[in-house]
């Protein structure tokens, strides 16, 4: 059904600044940030984590594509974290609006998997904003467990 590709350098430049400013977003919902420092951190941990672009090694930006059509639906972020131990995480992975609760979300996770045991990877972590219900349940359905929870009380 899906098709994981690597991600041009345009489709990179479209996907990173949407991304920044997304995460940036998310991490001041989430209350990890102010809405004022929001935008530097995350331009920041971007730096770090992507200092070479498409060209950072152990990094994997994948297009997601449907087989069929060849029409790209989302967009996935592998790295290898621990070539030794075989150890992978998802930086990021969308599927874009229009193609949700289709299966390419599900399909794309099963490519990623072959993809990663190819790369000789043995595990694949990530994370998942705990407000992100229909993400959960997608990582949940596709075999991934939980191993930490973080939690936070806030007091008015």
Known sequence: MVRLTLLSQADYEVWI???????AQEKAHAGNWTSEEAPRRARDEFQ????????TPNTYLLSIEDEASG??????????RDPRAGRAFIFDFRIDEPYR?????FGALR???EFARELGMTEIGLHVFGHNHAARALYEKAGYEITNVNMVRKLG
């Open 71 to 80: 029409r790209k639906v989302g967009l996935l972020w592998l790295a290898i």
């Open 48 to 55: 770090q984590l992507l200092p070479n672009g498409l060209a």
């Open 111 to 113: 490519a990623l998997d």
């Open 101 to 105: 609760r289709q299966g390419y979300g």
């Open 17 to 23: 600044a949407r991304s920044i400013e997304e995460y």
